[in-house]
C-alpha cells in the first residue's frame, strides 16, 4: 500500500481532535503556522468580525480539519490552551553549542532531583530535533501561559499563547513520534507551584529598586501587547525594540530578566515567531540594553 503523506497527516489530525485538543495547519515539514496573517486576512468565514489569529481558530471539528488537510499535508499544531494542556519542552543545545552541555532532558531531571520529586511519566512525544514534549492537562483553576527557561536551561513550557507540533508531523523529513507512556496526567502540584505567578505583594513606596511598579507594569503591558499584535514582516523588529525598551528596567533592578524574557518570548510566539527566533532576538536586544543602561547608570554616578 502506498503511503500517503497527507491522508497520514489528516489523521494525526484526526485523532488529536478526539481527544479534545485544537489543532491547525502548520506549513508542511516545518513548525509555522499555514494560516493567512493580519495583513492578508480576508475577513471572511471565521474572520468575519475580525482577523482571528491561530489559536482562535484551531478546531477540533472534524469536518473543518478535512476541509483543511485537504489542500496539502500539513504538519498539525495543537493549541495548548484551547485543549487545556500544559507541554513541558525539553529541548536539546543548538548545533553550534557545547557538545558538552546538558539539554533539557538533563536540567529538567536535576530540577526533580533538587525538589525531591521523581520525573514525571505522562505521554510523551520525541520532537523532530531529539527532545520530548511532557503532556499535562493543565489545571482548571488557574490560566498558566509560556514560559521559556523559568524552570530551567533549555526547559519551556506551553500554553495559553503557545502551540506544539502534534506526533505523526515531520520537519525536514524527520517525524515527531510517541516516546514511552500514552497515559496523559494532571500536571503535578510542584510543577504548578513553580509556574503559577505569585500573588502581587504591596511593598512600601520606600522599597529599593522596586519604586515605580505601576509605570514600569504599564511599560511591560504595553511592549508585550506590541510584540503580540506586530503585524506579520515587523514581528522580529518589534521584539528587538520592546527588548531594548524594558531592558532597561532589568538594569534599574525594577524587573528581572526572567520576567521580561517570559512576557516577551510569550508574546512573539504568540505573534507567530519562531522559539529559536525569539530566544535569539531577545538576548541580543536584552544584553545590548542592560549594558547601555549600566554604562549609563555609572558615568551619571
Same mark, same amino acid.
Given at each position: 500500500?502506498?503511503?500517503?503523506? !497527507?491522508?497520514?497527516?489528516?489523521?494525526?489530525?484526526?485523532?488529536?481532535?478526539?481527544?479534545?485538543?485544537?489543532? &491547525?495547519?502548520?506549513?508542511p515539514n516545518t513548525k @509555522?503556522?499555514?494560516?493567512?496573517?493580519?495583513?492578508?486576512?480576508?475577513?471572511?468565514?471565521?474572520?468575519?468580525?475580525?482577523?482571528?489569529?491561530?489559536?482562535? !481558530?484551531?478546531?477540533?471539528?472534524?469536518?473543518?480539519?478535512?476541509?483543511?488537510?485537504?489542500?496539502? +499535508? &500539513?504538519?498539525?499544531?495543537?493549541?495548548?490552551?484551547?485543549?487545556?494542556?500544559?507541554?513541558?519542552?525539553?529541548?536539546? +543545545?543548538?548545533?553550534?553549542?557545547?557538545?558538552?552541555?546538558?539539554?533539557?532532558?538533563?536540567? &529538567?531531571?536535576?530540577?526533580?532531583? @533538587?525538589?525531591? /520529586? +521523581?520525573?514525571?511519566? *505522562? @505521554?510523551?512525544?520525541?520532537?523532530?530535533?531529539?527532545? =520530548?514534549?511532557?503532556? &499535562? *492537562?493543565?489545571?482548571?483553576?488557574?490560566?498558566? =501561559?509560556?514560559?521559556?527557561?523559568?524552570l530551567a536551561p533549555l526547559?519551556?513550557?506551553?500554553?495559553?499563547?503557545?502551540?506544539?507540533?502534534?506526533?505523526?508531523?515531520?520537519?525536514?523529513?524527520?517525524?515527531?513520534?510517541?516516546?514511552?507512556?500514552? %497515559?496523559?496526567?494532571?500536571l503535578p502540584a510542584w510543577?504548578?507551584? %513553580?509556574?503559577?505567578? +505569585?500573588?502581587?505583594?504591596? !511593598?512600601?513606596?520606600?522599597?529599593?529598586?522596586?519604586?515605580?511598579?505601576?509605570?514600569?507594569?504599564?511599560?511591560?503591558?504595553?511592549?508585550?501587547?506590541?510584540? *503580540?499584535?506586530?503585524?506579520?514582516?515587523?514581528?522580529?523588529?518589534?521584539?528587538?525594540?520592546?527588548?531594548?525598551?524594558?531592558?532597561?528596567?532589568?538594569?534599574?533592578?525594577?524587573?528581572? !530578566?526572567?520576567?521580561?524574557?517570559?512576557?516577551?518570548?510569550?508574546?512573539?510566539?504568540?505573534?507567530?515567531?519562531?522559539?529559536?527566533?525569539?530566544?535569539?532576538?531577545?538576548?541580543?536586544?536584552?544584553?545590548?540594553?542592560?549594558? =547601555?543602561? /549600566?554604562?549609563?547608570?555609572?558615568?551619571?554616578?
Amino acid at each position: 500500500m502506498t503511503h500517503d503523506p !497527507r491522508m497520514a497527516l489528516l489523521l494525526a489530525a484526526l485523532n488529536a481532535a478526539e481527544r479534545g485538543w485544537h489543532v &491547525f495547519p502548520l506549513r508542511p515539514n516545518t513548525k @509555522r503556522p499555514a494560516l493567512h496573517g493580519e495583513t492578508d486576512c480576508p475577513r471572511t468565514g471565521p474572520c468575519s468580525s475580525g482577523h482571528r489569529k491561530w489559536e482562535e !481558530r484551531a478546531t477540533t471539528d472534524p469536518d473543518r480539519i478535512r476541509a483543511a488537510w485537504a489542500h496539502a +499535508p &500539513f504538519n498539525v499544531g495543537i493549541a495548548t490552551g484551547p485543549s487545556g494542556l500544559l507541554v513541558v519542552d525539553l529541548d536539546v +543545545p543548538k548545533d553550534n553549542s557545547s557538545t558538552d552541555a546538558p539539554d533539557g532532558a538533563a536540567t &529538567f531531571a536535576a530540577l526533580c532531583e @533538587r525538589t525531591g /520529586q +521523581p520525573v514525571a511519566r *505522562t @505521554r510523551t512525544v520525541r520532537t523532530a530535533s531529539g527532545g =520530548h514534549h511532557l503532556y &499535562f *492537562t493543565a489545571p482548571a483553576a488557574v490560566r498558566l =501561559h509560556n514560559t521559556a527557561g523559568t524552570l530551567a536551561p533549555l526547559v519551556d513550557t506551553r500554553a495559553w499563547g503557545g502551540y506544539v507540533v502534534a506526533a505523526g508531523s515531520t520537519i525536514d523529513g524527520t517525524p515527531y513520534e510517541a516516546a514511552g507512556p500514552a %497515559l496523559l496526567r494532571p500536571l503535578p502540584a510542584w510543577l504548578k507551584a %513553580l509556574l503559577v505567578p +505569585p500573588h502581587p505583594v504591596n !511593598r512600601p513606596a520606600t522599597t529599593t529598586g522596586r519604586r515605580h511598579r505601576p509605570y514600569v507594569d504599564a511599560a511591560l503591558a504595553k511592549e508585550t501587547t506590541a510584540v *503580540t499584535t506586530a503585524r506579520e514582516g515587523q514581528r522580529n523588529a518589534t521584539l528587538l525594540r520592546a527588548g531594548r525598551a524594558l531592558g532597561r528596567f532589568i538594569a534599574s533592578g525594577d524587573l528581572t !530578566r526572567t520576567e521580561v524574557e517570559t512576557a516577551l518570548q510569550g508574546a512573539g510566539e504568540s505573534a507567530g515567531l519562531p522559539v529559536a527566533e525569539c530566544r535569539a532576538t531577545l538576548r541580543s536586544a536584552l544584553n545590548w540594553s542592560i549594558t =547601555h543602561n /549600566q554604562t549609563s547608570t555609572r558615568e551619571a554616578a
